[in-house]
C-alpha cells in the first residue's frame, strides 16, 4: 500500500504532458467487457463492467460518491476502444487516487494545495511588457479581491519571479477554508491547482465564483499573449488539449 501511496505522489509531481507520454508507452490491456454503468451501492456508485465492480489498483472497489462524476467515470471506459488507455482516463484517475492516497493523507494534501498558495501565479506580475502586465491585471486582479474578502487577508504582488513570503494568516485561513472537502474534491483541487498554477483559481473554481473557461483563460495569460504574438506549434497545441481535458475532469469533480 505504501508503494503504491508514494507512486501516486510521484504520478500527481509529474508534468502531466510526461505522464501521458509514460502512460502511452505501456502495453495496454486490450478492452474485456461490452458495457461499462454507474451502479448505486450503499455509500454511492460503484461501475460496473458487464456486471462487475472496476477495482482501484489497490483492489478495493472503486466508490464514487457524485451520480454525475460516476456517470464519467462510466463513460470513459465506454469510450476505450480495443484498449484501456489510462491517459485517455482522467476522472477514473482522479477518483482511484482519492480513494487510494488522498482519503488517507489527506491533511498532507492539503498542505500541499496551501503550499501552492504561498507561491501563487496570480502574485507574479510581468514588469514587461505592459500590454501583458494590464492583461494580468484585468484578469486577476478581481479574482484576488474575492479571495482576500473570502480569507480575510491580503496577498503580497511581486513583480518578476523573486520569491516573497505570504501572510501565514492568509495560507492558516486557506487550509482551514479546504479541510472540510471531501478526498474526490480535494484530489481535484490539487489537480486544478497543479494545471493553473493558481490556488486560488482552483478554489475560484471549487467556489463557483469562476466557470472552468474563466479559470482556463486566467491561467493562461501569458501563453496566450505568447500566442497571439508568435503562434503556436502543433506539438504545444497538443499538450494544451492533454492538460485542458486533466482540468475538465478536476472542473466536473468540482462542481458535483
Same mark, same amino acid.
Not at 491580503?154 to 495560507?171: C, Y
Given at each position: 500500500m505504501r508503494d503504491y501511496l508514494e507512486s501516486l505522489e510521484q504520478d500527481a509531481a509529474r508534468d502531466p504532458e510526461q505522464r501521458a507520454r509514460e502512460l502511452s508507452r505501456r502495453e495496454l490491456p486490450k478492452r474485456f467487457y461490452k458495457e461499462a454503468a454507474a451502479v448505486a451501492v450503499d455509500g454511492g456508485f460503484a461501475i460496473h463492467l458487464d456486471g462487475r465492480a472496476v477495482k482501484t489498483p489497490s483492489r478495493a472497489t472503486l466508490l464514487i460518491g457524485p451520480e454525475a462524476v460516476a456517470h464519467g467515470v462510466a463513460a470513459e471506459w465506454n469510450a476505450q476502444e480495443k484498449v484501456i488507455n489510462p491517459a485517455s482516463m482522467p476522472l477514473t484517475r482522479i477518483a482511484n487516487s482519492a480513494q487510494d492516497a488522498v482519503s488517507a493523507r489527506f491533511a498532507e494534501v492539503a498542505d500541499d494545495i496551501t503550499k501552492?498558495? *504561498?507561491?501563487?501565479?496570480?502574485?507574479? +506580475?510581468?514588469?514587461?511588457?505592459?500590454?501583458?502586465?494590464?492583461?494580468?491585471?484585468?484578469?486577476?486582479?478581481?479574482? /484576488?479581491?474575492?479571495?482576500?474578502? /473570502?480569507? *480575510?487577508? +491580503?496577498?503580497? %504582488?511581486?513583480?518578476? %519571479?523573486?520569491?516573497?513570503?505570504?501572510?501565514?494568516?492568509?495560507?492558516?485561513?486557506?487550509?482551514? +477554508?479546504? *479541510? *472540510?472537502?471531501?478526498? /474526490?474534491?480535494?484530489?481535484?483541487?490539487?489537480?486544478?491547482?497543479s494545471l493553473t498554477g493558481s490556488a486560488v483559481l482552483a478554489l475560484a473554481l471549487a467556489e463557483g465564483r469562476l466557470s472552468p473557461d474563466d479559470v482556463w483563460l486566467a491561467a493562461h495569460v501569458e501563453e496566450d499573449f505568447n500566442i497571439e504574438r508568435w503562434g503556436q506549434d502543433a506539438e504545444a497545441a497538443q499538450v494544451r488539449r492533454y492538460k485542458r481535458s486533466e482540468f475538465d475532469a478536476a472542473a466536473l469533480i468540482l462542481a458535483a
Open positions: 501552492f498558495c *504561498g507561491t501563487d501565479a496570480l502574485c507574479y +506580475r510581468a514588469d514587461d511588457p505592459e500590454s501583458l502586465a494590464d492583461r494580468q491585471t484585468e484578469l486577476w486582479d478581481p479574482v /484576488l479581491a474575492w479571495a482576500e474578502e /473570502l480569507l *480575510g487577508g +491580503r496577498f503580497v %504582488l511581486i513583480a518578476g %519571479l523573486m520569491h516573497q513570503e505570504q501572510p501565514e494568516a492568509l495560507l492558516a485561513a486557506y487550509r482551514v +477554508r479546504i *479541510g *472540510g472537502l471531501t478526498p /474526490l474534491r480535494l484530489a481535484a483541487l490539487h489537480t486544478a491547482t
